[in-house]
């Protein structure tokens, strides 16, 4: 079965607080996201990478980055946390760029940020 | 651009109910769709896909789909609701205008299951 884990289920940090969430997958998948989860929104798409070094942007970029210096570990960092960035965060992976395989998910991190 | 729409947020069954949770999807090309579920506090679980062939799906815990390409829907069903499928439910179509598998989500159905 595929893993994906996330590094904490719950963290708490300080407004302007330079943030780091981490994400591993041992299945060896090309494809890489960071999605944020709010109520009545939705998932929505951060970034994502589909290959080391590569980086997208999603639908809503402004005050993230992302990294991948290995496959199996794609970084969200917030640069200067604010309150608005509380949400839960999930990361996925899916095998190839080809999309109709689906995409794995890890179990989230719900950040609050004070 | 391609979008999904899941009709109701919410959808309240009785145990032993039909579930019937509703996605309609805009594709101009052939889509693959998926629906996932999500328990609380966890992060999401793949229920079924359709990618090609056969246009009824059947996936885990007893839900199956099928996709109407006359109707752009993936509808999910189960024919007798279970108290531990009280859950969230997504509906997914891949984007084809981007690479790296991008899914585009709908907003989601929370199911409720009354005993």
């Known amino acids: 079965d595929v893993k994906v884990t996330q590094s904490s289920r719950y963290l708490v940090k300080r407004t302007g607080e330079k943030v780091f969430l981490e994400c591993v997958q041992d299945m060896d998948h090309e494809n890489m996201f960071w999605y944020r989860q709010d109520p009545g929104l939705g998932l929505r798409l951060i970034y994502f990478?589909?290959?080391?070094?590569?980086?997208e942007k999603g639908d809503i970029p402004e005050g993230y980055s992302v990294s991948r210096e290995k496959k199996e570990r794609f970084s969200l960092i917030l640069e200067s946390a604010s309150t608005n960035q509380t949400s839960m965060y999930l990361c996925?992976?899916?095998?190839?760029?080809?999309?109709?395989?689906?995409?794995?998910f890890g179990d989230g991190t719900r950040l609050s940020i004070l | 651009a391609q979008s999904v729409t899941q009709l109701g947020s919410h959808v309240s069954v009785s145990e032993g109910a039909l579930v019937l949770l509703r996605c309609n999807y805009s594709s101009s090309v052939p889509p693959y769709l998926f629906w996932y579920v999500q328990y609380p506090n966890q992060g999401l679980q793949l229920l079924l896909k359709?990618?090609?062939?056969?246009?009824l799906v059947k996936g885990i815990n007893g839900f199956e789909a099928e996709f109407k390409k006359s109707e752009t829907s993936f509808h999910l069903t189960k024919p007798s609701a279970h108290m531990s499928d009280a859950a969230e439910y997504f509906c997914?179509?891949?984007?084809?205008?981007?690479?790296?598998?991008?899914?585009?989500f709908g907003q989601g159905t929370e199911l409720s299951v009354k005993p």
């Open positions: 359709y990618t090609t062939g056969a246009t």
């Open positions: 996925a992976s899916s095998p190839s760029r080809t999309g109709f395989q689906p995409q794995h």
């Open positions: 997914a179509v891949r984007d084809h205008y981007n690479q790296g598998g991008k899914l585009i």
């Open positions: 990478s589909y290959d080391v070094k590569m980086k």
